[in-house]
């Protein structure tokens, strides 16, 4: 019942930035925590980044602390990834999904996924 719309990736070089939007429709968008995941060619998908129904409360993955940040606009139904210093281990499609849970790193828990969107860093 919720619909996950990605946008945003692109292609950088080394230590640039990007932000990525998940545009969100169906239930109610501030029931759900929401999290980000990517997926590298020939590996399996991840858990880059998650934050709690009202926004208090974020993980990420370790590769990425003190680059990412993830943020949401409840009254916008939308979540956001903002990603800076990239590197090209950073390349991958991006996935945003949500889930009912209070709050959750396992893909498991995670009900509804978007399309994915790409980002590419080059070397």
């Known amino acids: 019942q919720v619909q996950l719309v990605e946008s945003g990736g692109g292609l950088v070089q080394t230590g640039g930035s990007l932000r990525l939007s998940c545009a969100a429709s169906g239930r109610t968008f501030s029931s759900y925590s929401m999290g980000w995941f990517r997926q590298a060619p020939g590996k399996e998908r991840e858990f880059v980044a998650t934050i709690s129904w009202r926004g208090g409360t974020t993980y990420y993955v370790n590769s990425v602390k003190g680059r990412f940040t993830i943020s949401r606009d409840n009254a916008k139904n939308t979540v956001f990834l903002q990603m800076n210093s990239l590197k090209p281990e950073d390349t991958a499609v991006y996935y945003c999904?949500?889930?009912?849970?209070?709050?959750?790193?396992?893909?498991?828990?995670?009900?509804?996924w978007g399309q994915g969107t790409q980002v590419t860093v080059s070397s």
């Open positions: 999904a949500a889930t009912p849970m209070i709050i959750s790193q396992q893909q498991s828990h995670y009900d509804y």
